[in-house]
């Protein structure tokens, strides 16, 4: 950047200096000549000047005294023209009025003697760039930046054969189908066509070819993607400036660059798609100051050794690659190493082995970043020895070791960003001691004890503080009391167990994110009036009441605390101020009392959740009024009567938890028609009562329904086919995880699974299950189920269900658990069972089953539990033997052909499995053995978790 303003420095410096004589020196007795002055005139009256720049121009003054005209001081013809607009970038309706428009009139002709024409950041509306231009022979300075000209590049410019500089930049609607024409222009020292479409103009870098004096090309955004990895012969061997950014061209970096050796100074050419790796030959550019080739994406390999070499480098930027291996050897280096390498970024690569000791070489480094990466071992302690350093990114590695107490020596240092390394160890005065210009540390998510005197005083003034699971108790940190404006704040998991400080909360009102969860801080915070527009305070042992909340506060998480009190005074006082309160989060606490008819103050809610607490009495219909609502959670309270049928209006609820209640009246059937965004629906634990709505499969959207134990009646809807989610479908991530200014709410539910209670949080978008226990429903399964391939989890048991197993069953290829037990089913176990490879628990006890239990391995590994209870059912794992009925049935073919299908179909399922491909012996092993099964289904839950 430094130098791309050098280099802009001399083309300008050139034109500056003739400006300068011409408009400056003029000899006063010069006056303009009369046809040159009627010309301008009449390009004049062509013109739109609305903010009339042009006021100077009158009939009876000397044009060459005009405004933004310039003569020759001694001939008197008009030689230069200076009608750019200008935008310093704070006043912008003046610098659009300021904008000349209208049409340019072919008088301007008579200007003969024209060099320099500058109609940069006006607005002709989209209007062809004249012809005529084409005619002005002795221009040699074009600016038509921004001028809004729209069309095709006339060829006539082509004609322009004395011009130097031609700058057509960002007219959005300029196209070229050749650039034939440019290859007339053998003076041009400069061509800016950046945002022009190109991409018909195969033929660029030829026609470039043929520009000896050529300096500076900026060809940013013009739509190419042909970029020719060899030229026969390099003629533009003056470059200086090469800017092919935000183009589209996906070969290798081309060899001819390596040709502009002694001029090369600048190259950019991130953002394309270029691939292969950065040959050696770059090491031949000797003179390039700046090199950008990040956000290609698919440069790879190792960072050749020869970039080292590269002595005059002021900023390298590698970034967004995927570059692998180390950068630990540099090769024969000429002994220049970095010496003048301002901003080293190489972030967002794969990169691994060691940060090499010579990185401190880099004397006048001031950017150095290497996130994102996979660097290991130690920051090199000669980080401390670049005195220049301002911004250090290490973050998102896996470094380990200390932290280097040299890095408090950096006393230009403003960012220190290490976060999420596997760094640890004491961290104390010493590592700061230099540090008085730092704005924002971030060693969250490390091993680091902060290990500081209780009186210290940091020489820095922090904007942001990441101290999340660092050790900085058990006292609460004094020293931030000094820290005076700070914006972010993380002390999550910090393991500070003392009261919070009163005057934290006079600090705290001025931060906008506060993270203090998961600490066991202590306190009363019933009188306070938080500010920020982020806190979460969860996971501590907060007393007392509720705090008050100020407009400011957008997510107030308090849940896992000891609170107590009615929510009354949070939610009703101050009914007048706007609220931007967008999740609130108390659950597991003490609090209790009714809820309060104050949500209509509060429509900007998205997340609420009061679960776990002791409040009771009726869902207040004025929860109505939470149009924004997409979570709500209620459960293990005691809530009691109906659902209030205003509920209909929160249109955009995705997740309902209100289990563990005492609501009761009939499911409401506006559910499946106003809330069809629904993923969950868990209402267990209640009173409800009457039929499952048929509204119910409208909601295709839906993972979880628990309607588990209350007293519903009636056929379970044959219509849960339809409930798309379950038949097929994956949840995206988003769909669980609500984000938020700088953190994320995640969805988490209660479960009965496989016979026991879990709380999925992580894995629950990977969940589907279907729990309608404990009820009193009646008739049939429905057949229909049976399609419900994505199915996990299946809970009829406890109920008066009768009739036989859909026969079908096999067809939920997905079930890992599945209980149908205490019922009235009766008639024989569908041999398609066997077809349930994933099944992990299975309970069919108490009923009226009979027959054989089919083969399978599967079906077998079950203890006798899960079929005891069925006096007609025989067969392994029951000891009750079949003899009997094998008389009857003997091995008929159609058993053969089912064993074979199931085979194929634990076969087909083994090669799915990803993790296990290859190993299809595992499986059939993880069939017979019930414990090793379990161990692996524990693996695979694992491994999802590690996808997050
Ligand atoms: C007129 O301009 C030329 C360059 O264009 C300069 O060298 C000369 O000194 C100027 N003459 C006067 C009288 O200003
Ligand atoms: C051309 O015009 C643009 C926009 O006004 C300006 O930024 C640029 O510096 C001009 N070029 C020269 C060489 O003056
Ligand atoms: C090199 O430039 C000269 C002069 O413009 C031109 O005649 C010649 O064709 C160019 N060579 C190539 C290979 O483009
Ligand atoms: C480059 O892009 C073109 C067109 O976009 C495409 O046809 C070609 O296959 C791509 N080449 C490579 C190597 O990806
Ligand atoms: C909170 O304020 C009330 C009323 O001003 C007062 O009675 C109570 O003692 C205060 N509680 C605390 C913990 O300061």
Redesign the pocket.
């Known amino acids: 950047m430094i130098m791309d303003k050098s280099v802009k420095g001399v083309v300008l410096l050139l034109w500056c200096l003739s400006v300068a004589t011409c408009l400056c020196s003029r000899d006063p007795k010069v006056v303009c000549i009369d046809k040159e002055k009627q010309a301008l005139l009449s390009f004049k009256i062509g013109l739109k000047d609305p903010s009339n720049r042009l006021l100077s121009w009158a009939s009876d003054e000397d044009c060459c005294t005009w405004r933004g005209v310039g003569c020759n001081n001694i001939t008197g013809h008009v030689v230069e023209l200076h009608l750019g607009n200008s935008y310093s970038g704070n006043d912008y309706e003046t610098y659009v009025r300021s904008k000349l428009g209208g049409d340019i009139n072919p008088s301007l002709l008579k200007l003969k003697h024209l060099n320099y024409l500058d109609l940069s950041l006006n607005d002709f509306g989209g209007i062809s760039i004249p012809d005529f231009f084409g005619i002005f022979r002795g221009l040699r300075y074009l600016n038509l930046t921004g001028a809004q000209f729209g069309g095709r590049i006339p060829h006539q410019l082509g004609n322009l054969s004395s011009i130097r500089y031609l700058n057509l930049r960002e007219n959005f609607d300029l196209y070229a189908y050749d650039l034939g024409w440019l ?1 007339h222009l ?1 003076s041009l020292e400069y061509l800016d066509m950046s945002f022009v479409d190109l991409h018909r103009a195969v033929d660029w870098l ?1 026609v470039v ?4 004096s050529l300096s500076e090309l900026h060809l940013c955004y013009c739509h190419l993607d042909n970029i020719p990895p060899s ?6 061997t003056s470059l200086a400036v090469l800017d092919l950014s935000l183009n589209f061209f996906n070969y290798t970096i081309p060899n001819w660059l390596f040709n502009l050796s002694n001029s090369l100074l600048y190259l950019d050419l991130n953002y394309n798609s270029l691939q292969g790796q950065i040959p050696n030959a770059i090491g031949k550019l000797k003179s390039l100051q700046f090199l950008d080739l990040s956000n290609n994406g698919y440069i790879e390999g190792r960072i050749s050794s020869s970039v080292w070499n590269l002595c005059n480098l002021h900023v390298l930027d590698l970034s967004y690659n995927n570059f692998r291996r180390g950068i630990e050897s540099v090769g024969n280096l000429s002994g220049c190493i970095g010496k003048s390498l301002k901003s080293l970024d190489l972030s967002y690569n794969q990169l691994t082995g060691h940060i090499p000791d010579w990185i401190g070489e880099l004397k006048s480094l001031k950017r150095l970043y290497l996130p994102y990466n996979s660097f290991y071992g130690p920051i090199p302690s000669s980080l401390g020895n670049i005195s220049s350093l301002r911004f250090l990114y290490l973050s998102y590695n896996k470094l380990s070791g200390t932290l280097p107490e040299s890095l408090g020596q950096l006393s230009h240092l403003e960012v220190l960003h290490i976060r999420s390394n596997l760094l640890g160890g004491f961290v104390t005065e010493t590592h700061f001691a230099k540090l008085s210009k730092l704005k924002l540390l971030e060693m969250s998510s490390n091993s680091f004890v902060l290990k500081v005197n209780t009186s210290w005083i940091p020489s820095f003034q922090l904007e942001a503080i990441g101290m999340g699971s660092c050790v900085l108790g058990p006292r609460f940190p004094s020293w931030i009391r000094m820290q005076s404006s700070p914006y972010y704040l993380n002390f999550s998991n910090a393991r500070i167990s003392d009261t919070i400080p009163t005057w934290f909360w006079n600090l705290a009102s001025r931060i906008s994110y506060i993270n203090l969860s998961g600490n066991q801080i202590h306190g009363e915070i019933s009188n306070i009036t938080l500010n920020s527009e982020t806190i979460d305070l969860s996971s501590n042992c907060f007393k007392g009441w509720l705090p008050r909340l100020s407009p400011n506060v957008t997510a107030f998480r308090l849940s896992k605390n000891s609170i107590s009190g009615s929510l009354s005074p949070l939610l009703c006082e101050k009914m007048d101020e706007q609220k931007n309160l967008q999740i609130l989060d108390l659950s597991k606490n003490l609090l209790s009392g009714e809820l309060p008819q104050c949500w209509m103050y509060w429509q900007t809610l998205t997340i609420l959740n009061l679960g776990s607490n002791n409040l009771f009495g009726k869902i207040p219909s004025s929860m109505g009024s939470l149009n924004f609502l997409t979570s709500l959670h209620l459960r293990n309270n005691s809530f009691s009567g109906d659902l209030p049928l205003s509920l209909q209006n929160c249109t955009s609820l995705e997740f309902i938890d209100i289990g563990e209640n005492k609501l009761s009246g009939n499911l409401p059937s506006w559910i499946g028609e106003k809330a069809t965004n629904l993923t969950a629906l868990r209402l267990r634990s209640n009173k409800f009562s009457g039929n499952i709505p048929l509204q119910i499969c409208h909601l295709t959207s839906l993972v979880v329904l628990d309607l588990a134990n209350n007293s519903l009646s009636g056929v379970i809807p044959p219509c849960l086919d339809n409930i798309s989610m379950m038949a097929t479908g994956q949840l995206s991530y988003d769909d669980f995880n609500r984000s938020y200014a700088y953190e994320s709410y995640e969805e988490n539910l209660i479960l009965v699974t496989k016979g026991r209670e879990s709380e999925y949080e992580k894995i629950l978008r990977f969940v589907r299950s279907i729990d309608l226990s404990s009820n009193n429903l009646s008739g049939v399964i429905p057949s229909e189920i049976s399609t419900l391939s994505a199915l996990n989890f299946l809970n009829l048991s406890q109920n008066y269900l009768k009739g036989k197993m859909p026969e079908k069953i096999g067809g939920m290829i997905s079930l890992e658990s599945l209980d149908l037990s205490r019922n009235c089913l009766s008639g024989e176990i569908p041999q398609s069972m066997s077809n349930l490879t994933f099944l992990a628990h299975l309970d069919l006890s108490h009923n009226n089953f009979s027959g054989r239990i089919p083969l399978s391995t599967q079906l077998q590994s079950f203890s006798e539990l899960s079929y005891t209870g069925n006096p007609e059912l025989c067969g392994a794992p029951l000891l009750t033997n079949c003899a009997r009925n094998d008389e009857s049935e003997g091995a008929t073919p159609v058993h053969d052909h089912n064993e074979e299908g199931s085979e194929m179909m634990w076969f087909y399922l083994c090669m799915g499995l990803g993790f296990v491909v290859g190993f299809c012996g595992v499986c059939g092993v993880l069939l017979f053995k019930k414990t090793w099964r379990y161990a692996y289904f524990r693996f695979l839950e694992d491994k999802i978790d590690q996808l997050m």
């Open positions: 290859s053998s030829q070819n043929m520009l000896p030229l026969g012969y390099v003629n533009f």
